[in-house]
């Protein structure tokens, strides 16, 4: 059964907003600092250093990042990681709305680049701007109201000009002053959690990539181990380090609303054990392929086991395996 979508792309962005106004009023807390740049808003939550602290970051800043990045519609948790995890913190997520938070929200699917600068976008701000061919195949960019609010994560190391949010206001048609970024690079700590909390949306988004239609999942949970924050300034490690969580350290589990023969035709294409490239640490993948990420095996982008409950038959299938010397390699432990 394909159930209606229960926010609108506008209502995305200001549950969204909700959680960025949380993080500026408590963003000394959080160990991160506010800017006002060419009318926008930015909350800098990991690009300082520890000489700077007010804008090191933190593990609360994490969470609200990935928490802002789901559109406020999922709940996400730092938990005891499992000891084949090899850390020992987790991040979690569960969600009831899936499709809208994860796909309509979390995925990193703008590639923001003006000038000299590059950051990797997400957030409900991306279904403002509606140029994603998932989004329009997904119907997610509807809005029936002129959104008050567009806001973002970016995951980079540098501040973005005047010029940039200039950028961001236009396409997606709100004026500078209405835009909302939050920003942490994968090396810092907050940067390292909103990264490790997209199990869920990987799962989602390999599935829509074998055609499965993803608004047949009604509900789900993820998990995956928190990667130690790579060396400042190594953000081809910091990189790898997230993404080898979610290769080779990510559970996700989905409840749908499906057909049998729908569920057991993807359930054992959907871990990352299906790809081509899969075993070897992220950063090697990423290397080989001269860092370009279009150059990778896009079926290598899931999590490490995948488990789907169907709500039609109470069927269950589950694939895929965990790597921890693959973990420990990538996170740089000595033992």
Known sequence: ????????????????????????????????SVHTIGGATVLDAGIGSLEKPGAVGSLRAGVMLAELCLGGLAEVQLVPASDDMVVDQAVMVSVDQPVEACLGGQYAGWPLSVGDYFAMASGPMRVLRGREEMLEHLQLTTTNQQPEVAVGV????????????????????????????????????????????????????????????????????????????????????????????????????????????????????????????????????????????????????????????????GRTWRAGKLASDVLRKSFGMEC
Request: net charge negative; proline share 6%.
């Open 1 to 32: 059964m394909i159930r209606p979508y229960l926010c609108t792309a506008s209502e995305l962005n200001e549950q969204a907003n909700e959680v960025f106004q949380e993080a500026l009023s408590c963003h000394q807390s959080l160990r991160s």
């Open 154 to 313: 970016l995951e980079t190391d540098q501040l973005p000009s005047e010029e940039v949010i200039a950028e961001i206001a236009k396409q997606c048609e709100v004026a500078s002053d209405q835009v909302r970024l939050a920003i942490a690079p994968s090396t810092s700590i907050a940067g390292s959690v909103q990264v490790v909390a997209r199990s869920v949306e990987t799962a989602l988004h390999k599935l829509h990539a074998l055609d499965f239609d993803v608004r047949q999942v009604i509900s789900a949970t993820g998990i995956a181990p928190l990667s130690p924050p790579a060396k400042p300034g190594d953000t081809i490690d910091g990189i790898g380090r997230t993404n080898d969580a979610m290769l080779y350290g990510a559970k996700v589990t989905l409840w749908v609303d499906a057909p049998d023969d729908k569920v057991e035709a993807v359930a054992n294409k959907v871990p990352s054990f299906s790809s081509s490239d899969y075993g070897k640490p992220f950063a090697e993948i990423f290397q080989q392929y001269d860092y370009d990420f279009y150059k990778v095996d896009p079926m290598l982008f899931s999590p490490a086991v995948v488990t789907l409950h169907s709500l039609q038959s």
